[in-house]
């Protein structure tokens, strides 16, 4: 996997090998971006273009276009946003650089999960619909688990349906540990 985050920005940490991180060892860096979010009209509440979103462990790594941030909520650990640096509220809205970039990040952040989270499948998915409202769009690439069908009896959208009505509370620690341990594969690749 030399090329896992080839042609991405990472921002390096210090940290534990793979496989043995831990929350308490992991400082939470503060969220920096190179890119800058923001709404396609002045006075458009998107939290992802007002900062008012503080995704665990910071900022993950940037593209010229895109930002991946750890997942902020009742998903697993492990589970990754791309959302575009711009607002953005529909694929068909992308520029041709934007849709370009897409494709083999979203390739690159489903490997570097696989390679983190040692998940039976990696999903990667488009949200952008929040109360029938078009919202920023985000492609979700979370890790899925053989074992989640103990307490999910459906995988897929069924379960991610079944846990956000579940509502449970991320660990942001570990979220933020394994932030800083993609951000660190990244910066290798």
């Given at each position: 996997m030399g090329s896992l985050l080839s042609g991405a920005t990472a921002r390096t940490s210090q940290s534990e090998p793979i496989g043995q991180w831990k929350a308490e060892h992991?400082?939470?860096p503060r969220r920096t971006r190179r890119l800058r979010l923001v709404s396609a009209q002045p006075g458009d509440p998107c939290e992802v273009c007002d900062g008012s979103l503080d995704p665990p462990g910071g900022t993950?790594?940037?593209?010229a276009h895109w930002v991946v941030d750890h997942c902020v909520g009742p998903l697993p650990v492990g589970t990754l946003i791309v959302k575009p640096g711009r607002h953005c509220t529909a694929v068909v809205d992308l520029t041709e650089s934007e849709a370009a970039e897409l494709g083999p990040l979203l390739r690159q952040v489903a490997a570097l999960v696989h390679q983190l989270a040692n998940p039976d499948q990696v999903y990667v998915c488009l949200w952008s619909h929040a109360g029938w409202q078009r919202g920023h769009i985000h492609f979700v690439i979370q890790p899925a688990w053989n074992a989640q069908g103990t307490r999910y009896p459906h995988p897929g959208p069924t379960m991610q349906a079944a846990m956000f009505e579940a509502n449970g509370?991320?660990?942001?620690a570990a979220a933020a540990a394994f932030a800083a341990r993609a951000r660190e594969l990244a910066s290798r690749s």
């Open positions: 992991e400082p939470t993950i790594l940037e593209t509370e991320l660990d942001r």
